[in-house]
């Protein structure tokens, strides 16, 4: 064989087994999204050929990631078909969500499944990056992989500010006080494991586009109301990242050129409308202690608390609206706080985002999370699997515990093909 055949062949094999990588990696993020799956099914989903769907669900077993259950007759006559699912005692990720009030982490398990849980509130004290970074140990020392029988391969976090993707440094988290952070070396220090670290709500969108309220629509926006107001922003299927990674910082949209003085140092913007902050002022202008006791009026007095929040509605409404012209989004999910609004003020707020040019031609769908108050964590979730389920031979030959000490990139995540 010549030199030049030599080399062909080895490119030849090197594609093959690039191949087979990204086959093994597609037919365990169908399972991890889909499953319960049947082999017939998982063939529908991925374009491979049954023979193939075999060889690699095989190999997934093997590596202890999948295992089979049951069977269903669902579909096609014949022979009920055996289902493939996530194993309980495969791999999981470590998700944290840094909000303004509370710690939140999660053992997640491969599939999707939180295996366990453990929150710690924030106070100015404990808000610290430092602080974070010892809580995080804490946390993740109550929630180690080995406790809930699976390998650690990775931990997710979510945080409400601009975040650098390729090593987790955060610009700016405005309400946690956080001006230039290198949050994604200070986690993998703390954590000694590679971390991801996104936005938030970036976090939420993703995780309602790949198991929520919005996993039929390439086009969508997830608002999170809380303190601050984040937004992500998936076009085409794909987050909506900007130039710089500012991209979805819809809470600092300007709508009240007149309004108040917002923590980013400008003003009027949507979340000094619309944030807790508004909400409660709204609340103690009705004669409510705060926004939970008018919300749970909203049961005897509707039009009491209607009427009360008519100033932060008219606001809502304005910013969706701003929404629907900017993105023509199919589904807008309203996160956070905006549920119980929604329930109160929904007529108010269709009516605003039917008017715009977008929606006279056809309505945005606004829903609430499907994932309810985990989706962010679920998203961070979602991240810290990625290295997994692009090469899982690779990824578990190099986490056969929690280890590491890398920072990973919060890389773009990879979709399945359409009407997964
Ligand atoms: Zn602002």
Not at 15 to 33: D, E, Q
Not at 371 to 383: H, I, S
Request: with cysteine; net charge neutral; glycine share 14%.
């Amino acid at each position: 064989m010549t030199g030049r055949a030599v080399a062909l062949s080895a490119v030849a094999g090197a594609n093959r087994g690039a191949l087979r990588r990204h086959n093994l990696g597609t037919v365990l993020r169908a399972i991890h999204l889909a499953g319960p799956i049947s082999r017939a099914e998982l063939t529908d989903l991925t374009g491979l050929n049954r023979s193939t769907i075999g060889d690699l669900a095989a190999r997934l077993g093997s590596l202890g990631l999948v295992r089979e259950v049951g069977a269903t007759d669902r579909g096609a006559p014949g022979r009920p078909s055996i289902l493939l699912e996530c194993s309980p005692d495969g791999a999981s990720v470590l998700a944290v969500d840094i909000t303004v009030k509370r710690l939140r982490m999660a053992r997640v398990g491969l599939g999707g499944q939180v295996l366990r849980r453990h929150e710690v509130p924030l106070t100015d004290r404990h808000r610290s990056p430092g602080e974070v970074g010892r809580l995080l140990r804490e946390g993740a020392d109550l929630l180690r992989p080995r406790d809930v029988g699976s390998v650690g391969v990775g931990v997710g976090v979510a945080v409400p500010g601009i975040v650098r993707p390729t090593d987790g440094r955060v610009h700016a988290a405005p309400n946690l006080g956080w001006r230039d952070v290198p949050l994604g070396s200070l986690a993998a220090t703390a954590l000694a494991a590679p971390v991801t670290v996104g936005n938030d709500a970036d976090l939420g969108a993703w995780a309602e586009h790949l198991r929520g309220a919005g996993t039929h629509a390439g086009n969508l926006v997830f608002v999170a109301a809380d303190i601050g107001v984040g937004g992500g922003v998936i076009v085409a299927g794909s987050l909506l990242r900007g130039h710089r990674g500012f991209a979805g910082e819809i809470g600092h949209i300007p709508v009240n050129p007149a309004g108040r003085p917002c923590r980013c140092g400008a003003t009027g913007c949507w979340e000094t409308e619309i944030g807790l902050p508004a909400l409660a002022r709204a609340a103690q202008r009705a004669g409510a202690t705060g926004l939970p006791e008018l919300l749970a009026l909203a049961g005897v007095e509707p039009e009491r608390v209607r009427q009360a929040l008519q100033e932060p509605t008219h606001w809502l409404a304005v910013g969706l609206a701003t929404l629907v012209a900017a993105y023509d989004p199919e589904v807008i999910i309203l996160g956070g706080v905006l549920p119980q609004w929604w329930e109160v003020s929904r007529v108010e707020i269709v009516d605003a985002v039917a008017g715009t040019l977008a929606g006279r031609a056809g309505p945005a769908r606004l829903c609430v999370p499907v994932l309810g108050a985990d989706a962010t964590l679920m998203g961070a979730a979602e991240t810290a699997f990625s290295t997994l389920l692009a090469d899982p031979e690779g990824c578990l030959a190099s986490h056969p515990a929690e280890l590491g000490g890398t920072v990973s990139v919060h890389a773009a995540p990879v979709l399945l093909p359409s009407g997964a």
